[in-house]
């Protein structure tokens, strides 16, 4: 098999979301509002060359406060797509309609994911 170097078209087809059952306590569109910031702060981390400035990351993770909780947050990209701000912009785009006020969310395709939760569920 030869290696191809031509980035892999996106496709949204096989993307699905889930969400923890749990609703957020307090003003859910201030806490949507900020999620979505933190996982688009993340978003730029992930699409940054290595420390060899030879490879994209396509991979950031972090936790952050927010109010008296942290949030904690992961994205990840494929390593053959062509554009992973783009795909996990998409992805942080659905958020609102699978997931709205929820405690912790994942969306989940085959180019790219995402994760918050208001518990720690990676060893940063």
Sequence with gaps: MINDP??????YENTFSMYNPNN??????LFNK????FL???????DKPDVDG?????????EENLGTNKLYR????????????????????ELPKCCDGKQGARV???????RYELY???RI
Excluded: H, W
Aim: aromatic share 6%; net charge positive.
């Design 6 to 11: 031509t980035p892999r078209k996106l496709s």
């Design 24 to 29: 957020v306590r307090g003003d859910t569109k």
């Design 34 to 37: 900020k999620m979505s910031a």
């Design 40 to 46: 688009y702060n993340l978003t730029l981390k992930a």
């Design 54 to 62: 030879l490879n994209l990351l396509y991979y950031a993770a972090g």
């Design 74 to 93: 992961m994205v990840q990209c494929a390593k053959d797509i062509a554009d992973c701000t783009g795909c996990l912009e998409r992805s942080i785009r």
């Design 108 to 114: 989940i395709g085959t180019n790219c994911n995402l």
């Design 120 to 122: 720690p569920f990676l």
